[in-house]
């Protein structure tokens, strides 16, 4: 079974720039999570899909990230402008349906200077 | 929203020694409580999950208790081995669906 495959595995950009991330899911899971991991911390969720619908939004910061899972399958997380502080470990994550065991993907570490 | 606490941040323990790691957790409607364990730069994988009809769950040296009248569930490892090793992480969803973490767990196996 292949895993949920993320891209790119390391960013580095300047502050005001922007960004995107690329997450495709294992086959046929119905919600997908984006997390922030940052470093020493516990991965906090800032979006979860469930299909092609947002279930849950509220920790992510509007005004600066945006999300969308296409047809209910792949996914793209974008910031723009980054931050410093935004500088971390951003995980995909899918799970055949809400409350069962979350698959992760490598995640992509991003660096703001 | 839900709100999980784990305890310690860090835990040292000698080889073949037990290792006891502890959350608790805000919402009385999660039902399930899964464990993550994430070795040093690599993604978080799944070791072991309970949901709420059952208090303990085993798999080998593994094990995990819950306690849903004081709201807190706890992870046991026996024997522990160096590749033990990692950060273990806690989580809970239900009510609303939305897993929440804890903020992890250092575990250091010493040989």
């Known amino acids: 079974e292949a895993g949920v495959a993320q891209s790119p595995r390391y960013k580095i950009i300047e502050k005001r720039q922007s960004v995107a991330f690329w997450c495709n899911p294992i086959?046929?899971?119905?919600?997908l999570y984006w997390y922030q991991q940052i470093l020493g911390q516990g991965p906090k969720l800032l979006i979860q899909?469930?299909?092609?619908?947002?279930?849950?939004d509220s920790q992510l910061p509007k005004d600066r990230f945006s999300a969308e899972r296409l047809k209910g399958v792949d996914s793209t997380l974008k910031i723009q402008p980054a931050k410093l502080e935004d500088s971390a470990v951003y995980l995909c994550a899918s799970s055949l349906n809400s409350n069962e065991k979350l698959f992760f993907g490598s995640g992509t570490q991003l660096s703001v200077l | 929203g839900e709100n999980v606490e784990q305890h310690p941040s860090t835990l040292s323990v000698q080889e073949g020694d037990s290792a006891v790691i502890k959350c608790t957790y805000s919402?009385?409607?999660?039902?399930?409580f899964p464990w993550y364990k994430q070795e040093l730069g690599k993604r978080p994988q799944l070791i072991i999950d309970?949901?709420?009809?059952?208090g303990e769950k085993k798999d080998q040296r593994i094990a995990v208790t819950l306690n849903k009248t004081a709201k807190h569930f706890s992870l046991h490892i026996t024997e522990t081995q160096p590749e033990d090793s990692a950060v273990y992480f806690c989580?809970?969803?239900?009510?609303?669906?939305?897993?929440?973490f804890g903020r992890g767990t250092s575990l250091i196996v010493h040989p």
């Open positions: 919402d009385s409607a999660s039902n399930y």
């Open positions: 989580a809970a969803s239900g009510g609303s669906y939305i897993p929440t």
């Open positions: 309970i949901r709420s009809n059952v």
């Open positions: 899909f469930q299909n092609n619908g947002v279930v849950d």
């Open positions: 086959s046929g899971h119905a919600t």
